[in-house]
């Protein structure tokens, strides 16, 4: 590939010794999430399939797939690349996120059981345990379960998809912002779940806009931390 980077993981392969088409795919979206590319890079097919011991023809079905989850773009005739870090963009995805997330809540105060409450409550509880030693992307794993837990409780799954395409594409951005504030959110999340087992919608929306509105105040540091984390070769 130009310019010399960590070599894409091969990720699962099969009998026969080629990857299979969602293990190819989550290499890929593994290694766009990461910035492995610098934004606007350019994308060398020929390079990635050789890495990953591929032909090129399921690396374009691959990078076709990441065109339309949003994590590069394709211009006709100049071929792939990586999206950049734009702050517009990414202040629209979170404030998008920030929409989901309260009508999630509210639809899943009145839906959701105890026990799915409570099988909620035993993420959190497993995610406040590994805070303080896990990884960035750990936390930020755990963080992204628990939303997702919480959507998924509203039985909608076209909520669940949009949010989780939502979270694919501002996961970089979460890890940067993530640094310095883990007790911060698990206790954040905590409040949000109390008010949904107490049933009380109003305040779980409030306590979710709230939480994610924190995150939209500070979108234009946390991209200008993420482009030195890529040029510094120091990516989460």
């Excluded at 989850?69 to 990414?90: S, V, W």
């Excluded at 959701?112 to 099988?119: F, H, S, V």
Aim: glycine share 8%.
């Amino acid at each position: 590939m130009s310019r010399e980077k960590k070599p894409l993981d091969q990720g699962e392969r099969g009998a026969a010794g080629a990857a299979s088409p969602a293990s190819l795919y989550d290499t890929l979206s593994a290694a766009m999430v990461r910035f492995q590319y610098r934004p606007g890079e350019r994308l060398n097919e020929g390079a990635i399939a050789r890495d990953l011991g591929v032909s090129r023809t399921p690396v374009r079905e691959a990078l076709s797939k990441l065109v339309a989850a949003g994590l590069i773009d394709h211009e006709p005739g100049h071929g792939f690349f990586r999206r950049k870090l734009d702050p517009k963009e990414i202040f629209d995805l979170y404030e998008l996120r920030q929409q989901i997330e309260v009508s999630a809540v509210r639809l899943a105060v009145h839906r959701a059981t105890p026990q799915q409450l409570d099988d909620v409550d035993a993420i959190l509880d497993r995610s406040m345990a590994a805070a303080h030693e896990a990884s960035v992307e750990i936390v930020v794993g755990f963080d992204e379960q628990f939303h997702d837990a919480i959507t998924r409780l509203t039985g909608n799954v076209e909520m669940l998809r949009s949010l989780q395409l939502i979270n694919a594409r501002i996961r970089f951005v979460r890890w940067i912002d993530m640094r310095g504030r883990r007790g911060g959110t698990q206790g954040e999340h905590r409040a949000i779940l109390d008010a949904m087992k107490a049933r009380d919608a109003a305040r779980g929306c409030d306590l979710m806009e709230a939480h994610v509105q924190r995150r939209l105040e500070q979108i234009v540091e946390a991209v200008r931390e993420g482009y030195a984390s890529i040029y510094m070769g120091n990516v989460a």
